[in-house]
Each structure stands twice: as structure tokens, then as C-alpha cells.
């Protein structure tokens, strides 16, 4: 494969080729190719607030059940965004399959606190819900890590028990996953002994294992986004096991013209110009060509950011690019959509 | 509330003059950060006085947005040349300043702890420094307590301040509150008890003994220390948590809900609206960033972008030096006006569904380039206002 092909990609140009992440047999070292996504496992995607992640998670759900496999889609922030890109309604704790081969749920710290004593420890409390919920509350409270640790514990439980073939987590924004990966790293160090201990030990197997789990970063091009997910990346290589796998690009504005269009439609702005054209067109058309001139700034700006963020990730992260949607609502119809741009952009 | 709605503020102007303290809340990516230090530089310029923008995000984006190169735990000036440098004549002071988590909680235990000892032992607690560096609900007490702390200090005649999105502000709302419940819990007294009597046989009691299997000795003689430790701080905490709690729906203070008109960002800005209105928090602002400009939903111009689909070659024939090209692009031009019309009529019909009652509405247009420097701020923050 090609590295520096990543590098010197040109953001500029709308259709890009398809991202080379084949190749290179895992385990051939640090710097080999990432695992094809969606043959992860565990995929957790995040990104700064307001970006796309969940139109990302439901993007690649829909896109791994398409080519056969079952996916569980696990909403960590219970929203119910993502059932309602598919036009379902709300889950629970429960998964249930909400479109073929796609399976929701949300998390729920308690319920899966509830579902690891039964299943792991085969504590007796089960059934009385009161004082369990009382001592939930409790135990979350003081001993750091506890939410978060059943909320990993749960997506790597869903791994080792192969319900699925693939978990996706509309995970925590960029600020808050780290705490939630490092978690069961910080737990085994407090826990030296005991049975959380060894249940931290298979997580990290689970979590560091890059076969296995990925983290996608995703951004939209503009400066702050793409500040956070530089720095995103240095964090999740310096303070989790996880690997990231790729960064996603969202809503990337089409490229209306090349140079020589440009030339001409600043030829046609000209006022006198623009004068004829509204009398040709019957109407006045300036607020049609103040939209293109606006849509030409907003690219351009956006492609300055593109870059930068390509430019500062590590070499040969695969950067996946979706378009922006000129929709009038987000459903399945553009969850489909969604998919198969990652599906070019993936060579699928 | 006659009186307050009497004296309601019709712009942002008002409403900054009126209050000590914003609390800019909201969803992820609508510009929440910025808008905060764009009204906080603003108001030092149109208002004077010391102000002070306070950013409790865990992700660090201020001070980019402020030209500096780092801010940190403790409040830095904006140099007046900052301002200078861009034609603003400042009649006041902007500080601005990002909590540090850690750092934080170390001034806190610093101030509560009732001896030297008690407070080195806490510091050194692996327990206390999870909690203190890693944890996300720490960091929603943390800054609502340096919120207090720093408005305690008098220094600032207005504090603008940044939240984490939407979910986590509501924690943040609830977190001295969970801090003071949980201090004053008879589960927690009922966990520290054999270490501090040793009356009771520790492994004699069945929740010690599952306890035990869980988490291990070790572990739970670090969380009993760890808790008997914080007992000594719990009048003063319990205290501290309350006053947090008064401070933030004092009269001088006031929120102001930021969002964009994308279905998911207003959605949770309602649902923010709903619950500061039912907590009787102040509810002084709704600003909604990045709206596409109006004549995208002109609909003569959407009728004539349909027209000219069909007759570009007509259209574009002897105005250019190459009629091919302007033909192609008229009908990219008008495609895009018709693409762009979508997004703007669907921004329009979320701003019409918009309900609460702020004293103030404001839209702020898309603007074309990036704000990346004071320039930008001021430039933002005269389009909020007035």
C-alpha cells in the first residue's frame, strides 16, 4: 500500500478514490495497515459535539448489515437519535433489532451494573431493585470509574459473547471518551486483587487487542472540530490502549467549480452582466449567485481546514469523507446514503 | 415576578449590564465557546469594567479562540494591545481563565482540610487522585465550585461562562447538590464504620463480604481511608455545595441557551430551555449561530433557479468568453441556490418550533470565514449585540 498516497491526497477534489486500508496482514507491526473497519469488532465513534458521530454510527451499522454481518449499535448518551435515523422508535437496555441485521440499544449504567452481577458474580441481590439502585448510586459515587467501567464492560461483555459481529458506540464526545477507555486501566491500577481486577484484565485484552476494537474520530472541516480531533489523537495513543482506526470528514461541501469555472462565474457577476442575465432569466438573480459565492467561500475555507487535519494526523490514518446532505430531514433514507458514501470511500 | 418582568432585557447589551454572571449553556459545535469569550471581549469594550471568561469544557478551545497560546487553572489578562491590534478600544479588562480539574480539587482540599496531616493524606489517596484527575462528574462540581470561588473574590464585574454540551451542563446544574447528598449519606457513614470503631468485625457483615470479593481488601481500605478522610471536610463541603447551588439561581445571575438551527442541536436546546424553566433558573438569552442568510428562501429566486435549470446555453450565450463553461456554471449556480434552499427553509421551520421564553432572541448569520482572533469575536459579538 501506499502511505504517502494519504498524505498528498487532495482534500480539493469531491470524489476522491477509496481509502486504501487493505493490505498489510495484521500483526506485521506498529505500522502496519488497520484492519478493514468493519471487520472490527468493538468500533467506537466520537468526535466533538454536533459534529455527525451518531449519523456516523448509524452510517457504518447500516453499511456492516448490508454485507451480511449483525450489528449492534449501542447509544451511550440515550438520546434516541439513533433509532430515529432509522426511523424507530426509542430502545432500552434491550437490544432490539430496529432495521435487518441492525440492532439498538441504550446504555444504562444500572441495568448493566444488574446484568454483571447476575451474569459475572452470581451476587444474590438481584430482584430487589430499591436498595440495588440505592447501592448503585452509592458504589457509582464512590469508587471513581464505576459508570464508566460498566459502560465498557458491557460493549466488551457484547464482544467476548459474540451475539453480534460487530458492536458500533455512538460513543461520549471527544472531551469525555478518554476517561471512559482509560477506565478500565485506572481501575486495575487502584485494584490490585479481586474479581474486578480480573475482570479489567480481559477488557483491556478486549480493548488493546487493535484487531478487535478501533475508535473512529470524526470532525466536520472547520477549525475547532478539527483542532479537538488533532488532539484527540495524540490523547487515545497516549492515554488508551485503543487504536483509531480512521477519521471521518462530515459534511463536505461539494466543489461547485474548478479554476476555469470560477474565471467565468466572476465574469457573470460583473454588474452590468449580471443586469442582462436577470432580464434573459426574468427575475433578478443576484441572491442565485450570492448563494454560489457563499457556497465557494464556505468550500474553500473548509478545504484549508481538510488539510490541516490531514497534515497533522499520523501518517497513514485513513480519512474517510462524507458528503454534506442537502436534506430536508435525516431518516432512513439518509442513513442509506450515509452508508454508501463510506461504502465508496471504503472500496466496498 | 412582575418586577423582573418589568424590568426584562430587550438585547444582550441589557441583559450583560444587568447580571454578574452568564452561564452559556447548550449543545456540542454550535459555537458556544466562542460566543462566550465574543460577548465577554464586547462587553469589555461597549461596557468596560473587569470580565472574565471562564471555560469549564474539558476540551481546550478558548483559548484559540482568544489568540492565546494557553490558558490555564489561573486568570490571565487579554493585553489591551490584543484589542489594539484590531481598531477596539477597550474601556475595561478580559481575563480569561479554564478549569483545571486537578488543580481545582488540590485548592479545594487545600482550603477545607482541618489539619496538615488529614490534607497530605488526602492529596496522596489513589482513590483521591482518580477521582480528582480522570473522572467526568468530578469536573461538573469542580466548576461550579471555582465559579463560586472566583465570583466570591469580587474581582469581576461579570463573569461569562463556558459549559460543557447539553447533558453534561445538566449535571453540572446538579452536581453541588449530588456532592451534598452524598456527604450527608447513611450508607456512607455505614461504610466507614469498622475502620472507624473497629467494633464491628469487618468481614463479619455480608455487604463487606461481597464487598470484599468485588473490589478487595486493599481497594476498600483505600475508599474507607478515602471517605473517613473527607468526613472532616463534610460541614464545610455540604456548606460550600449549598452556597454553589444559591449562587446559581441568584437574580444576578442568568443563562443563556446557544444553539444552531440543525435538528439535533435545537431539539437539545429545548430540552435545556424546558429544564432551567422548571428549575427557576434564569432563562436571559437564546442565541442561535450560524443561520443561513434569508434570501436563500426567497421564493421568487427558488422559482427562478428552477427556470434557469432548463435554459442555461440561453442564458449564458455572449456574456463570457467561453459560453460552454458559463453555461455549466449557471446551472451549478442555480443547483446550488436550490441545495442551499433546502438546508435554509428547514433551519426557518426549526426556528418557528422554537418555544421557551427567553428575554432575548437573537440569530447571528453565517459568516463566511472563521473567527480565529479578537477581530472575529468583536465582530461576532456586535451582531449579538444589540
Redesign the interface.
Known sequence: MSKSGHRHRTVASGSAPPEDVHGGGAGTGAVSAAPDLLDLRLLFVTG????GK?TVAAGLSQLAAEHGKRVLVCEV?A?G?VTSLFEAPPTEFTPREIAPGVWSMSMDTEASLREYLKLQ?R?P?VGRIGPLA??FD?VA?????V??ILTVGKLCWEVRESHYDLVVVDAP????II?QL?APQ?IN?????????SQTDWMLDILSDERQTGLVAVC?P????V??TL?LATRVREETTVRMSAVVINRVL?E??GQ??EE??E??RAPD?ER??SE??????T??????R??V??RR?RSAHMQRLQAGLPEGMPVLLLPYL?????GARTTRQVAHAFGDELGL | MTAAAAGAAKTVAQLLAAKDIVIACG????GK??TAAALAATAVVEQGGRVLVLTV?????LA??LGLKGIGNDEVRITDDVFEKVGAHPRGELWAAMLDTKQSWDDLIRTHAPDDETRQQILAN??YQ??SG?????HDYIAMERLYEIHSEGKYDLIVVDT??T??ALDFLDAPQ?MAD?FS?R??RW?IVPYRSRLVNFASKPFYQ?A????????LA??SEF?ILFQSMYAGFVERAEAVTRLLSDRRTTFMVVS?L????VR?AEFFSAELMARKLHLGAVVLNKVL?E??R?A??D???Q??IGRTT???AG????PV??A???G???E??L?????A??EAEQQAELKGAPDVLVTVP?F???I?DMGGLLQLGAQVWD
Open positions: 466533538k459535539g454536533g459534529v451518531t448518551d438520546k437519535d458474580l451476587i441481590v440505592k447501592a452509592f459515587t464512590a469508587a471513581p470509574g459508570r464508566e464526545a471527544s472531551g469525555h476517561g482509560a485506572a491500577d487502584l485494584v490490585k486483587v479481586g474479581l474486578i481486577r466536520t472547520e477549525e475547532m472540530p483542532s479537538e488532539e461539494p461547485l467549480f476555469r469555472e467565468i462565474f465574469q457573470l452582466v442582462v442575465l434573459r432569466a426574468g427575475g433578478t438573480v441572491p442565485v449567485l450570492e448563494a454560489a457563499l457556497a467561500t464556505m475555507t442537502f436534506a430536508r430531514s435525516f | 449543545p456540542g459545535g454550535v465557546t466562542t469544557d474539558p476540551a481546550r478551545r484559540d479562540a489513589p482513590l482518580n477521582i480522570r473522572f467526568v462528574q468530578s460543557p454540551p447533558r453534561n449530588r452524598f449519606s450508607l456512607l461504610l461481597i470484599d470479593r468485588i473490589l478487595g481488601t486493599q481497594f483505600d475508599i471517605f444552531t440543525e435538528a439535533t442541536p437539545e442568510p434570501y436563500l426567497d421568487h429566486a422559482k427562478l433557479a427556470s434557469m440561453e442564458l449564458a456574456l463570457s468568453d467561453d463553461v458559463a455549466r456554471v449557471l451549478e449556480v442555480a446550488s441556490f441545495n442551499f434552499g433546502v438546508v427553509r428547514r453565517f463566511d470565514a472563521d480565529y
